[in-house]
C-alpha cells in the first residue's frame, strides 16, 4: 500500500522514478521535474522542451498512483508504483522509437 497522502517519495518510490529519470536523460529535449501538490503530495513530470509539452505525468494521490501520458492516452490509477512506472515506460519507450 501507497504512504499515506502529504508524504515524500519513498526510497522504494525513488528507485522507480529513478528508470524514469534513466529514460529521459536518454532522450534529447526531455527534462524531468518533481515536486509536490499543495496537500503535499509527491508527483513527477517529464517535459519535452523542444515540443513544449508534457508526456509523461505521475503523481501519487490518496495512496494511488495516477499516470497521465497526455499524447497516448487518458490517466490510469494504478496501486503500486511499480505498475505506474512499468506503464509509463512501455508508453514512452514506443513514443521514443
Known amino acids: 500500500m501507497a504512504p499515506s497522502p502529504?508524504?515524500?517519495?519513498?526510497?522504494?518510490?525513488?528507485?522507480?522514478i529513478g528508470r524514469l529519470e534513466t529514460l529521459c536523460r536518454s532522450t534529447k529535449h526531455w527534462e524531468m521535474e518533481c515536486s509536490f501538490?499543495?496537500?503535499?503530495?509527491p508527483w513527477c513530470v517529464i517535459y519535452d522542451c523542444h515540443e513544449n509539452r508534457i508526456v509523461l505525468h505521475i503523481a501519487?494521490?490518496?495512496?494511488?498512483?495516477?499516470?497521465?501520458l497526455p499524447l497516448r492516452r487518458p490517466s490510469v490509477n494504478t496501486a503500486?508504483?511499480?505498475?505506474?512506472?512499468?506503464?509509463?515506460?512501455?508508453?514512452?519507450?514506443?513514443?521514443?522509437?
Open 80 to 97: 503500486t508504483m511499480k505498475i505506474a512506472v512499468d506503464m509509463a515506460l512501455a508508453e514512452l519507450v514506443a513514443m521514443t522509437s
Open 60 to 68: 501519487r494521490i490518496d495512496r494511488r498512483y495516477v499516470v497521465a
Open 37 to 41: 501538490t499543495d496537500a503535499g503530495d
Open 6 to 16: 502529504g508524504t515524500d517519495w519513498t526510497d522504494d518510490e525513488r528507485a522507480h
